[in-house]
């Protein structure tokens, strides 16, 4: 019997995790939160560490910012992102909402536009789209970025969580690539327990086979109130 399909993470929980909860991918060098650290966390909804950060703000925003003053990051215009960020993937599939209380931004990648079946290697078509978002994510670097992959059911627990984790660290690492800062990016994988249509064992669902990728903006108060804490 596979685990039950749950929400491992969400508001009240997430901002007790702290920059402790993160470990070094060992093959990659990259930082991603522990499992660990999150077996127990449970919530309600799903998508997305609802009203959080992977890793915690404090920490990750210090780290993107340097040295650089904290009144550059004044004045960030979310609602540009979004309306940017949806035009440039119009007609692909690609939903981009506001989440957290207007608080961060979303971007789905469904199934279709991410990976073959089975596979972690990211198609031509879908870096294509992944240019697009690591240009807004150049364009509007005052933001924090985490990276989430979610399987359907099919197959082992072990299996489906083993690849969600490759490709959040695979979408991770393309963005990088793209000349996305690493400081500003975590990436998780999720396996099956975050379905977005809820099924039994070993159901092909599609809307449930997704990447997602949070933006978080931070401003000079953030980076303050960062600088503050972490004196």
């Known amino acids: 019997?596979?685990?039950?399909?749950?929400?491992?993470?969400?508001?009240?929980?997430?901002?007790?995790?702290?920059?402790?909860?993160?470990?070094?991918?060992?093959?990659?060098?990259?930082q991603k939160i522990s499992r660990t650290a999150v077996g127990g966390v449970l919530g309600a909804g799903a998508g997305a560490l609802l009203g959080g950060v992977i890793g915690g703000k404090t920490g990750r925003i210090i780290g993107a910012v340097g040295g650089a003053a904290a009144g550059g990051y004044v004045g960030y215009r979310m609602d540009e992102q979004i309306k940017e960020l949806r035009e440039g993937t119009a007609g692909t599939g690609v939903d981009v909402t506001s989440v957290d209380g207007g608080e961060a931004i979303l971007v789905n990648l469904p199934d279709g536009v991410t990976f073959a079946t089975g596979s972690a290697t990211i198609s031509p078509a879908f870096r294509d789209l992944l240019d697009n978002v690591a240009g807004s994510l150049r364009q509007y670097p005052n933001s924090l970025v985490d990276v989430y992959g979610y399987t359907d059911t099919v197959g082992s627990s072990a299996a489906n969580q083993r690849l969600s984790d490759q490709r959040a660290q695979a979408v991770a690492n393309y963005l990088i690539s793209q000349g996305v800062?690493?400081?500003?990016?975590?990436?998780?994988?999720?396996?099956?327990?975050?379905?977005?249509?809820?099924?039994?064992?070993?159901?092909?669902?599609?809307?449930?086979?997704r990447v997602e990728i949070k933006i978080i903006p931070f401003d000079a108060q953030d980076v303050n109130a960062a600088r503050q804490q972490g004196m």
Do not use: Y
């Open 181 to 209: 800062a690493s400081s500003r990016i975590r990436w998780m994988g999720f396996g099956e327990t975050q379905l977005k249509v809820q099924t039994g064992d070993n159901v092909a669902n599609p809307l449930n086979r």
């Open 1 to 30: 019997m596979k685990r039950s399909k749950f929400v491992v993470a969400a508001l009240a929980s997430v901002s007790l995790l702290g920059v402790s909860g993160c470990v070094t991918d060992p093959n990659t060098g990259e």
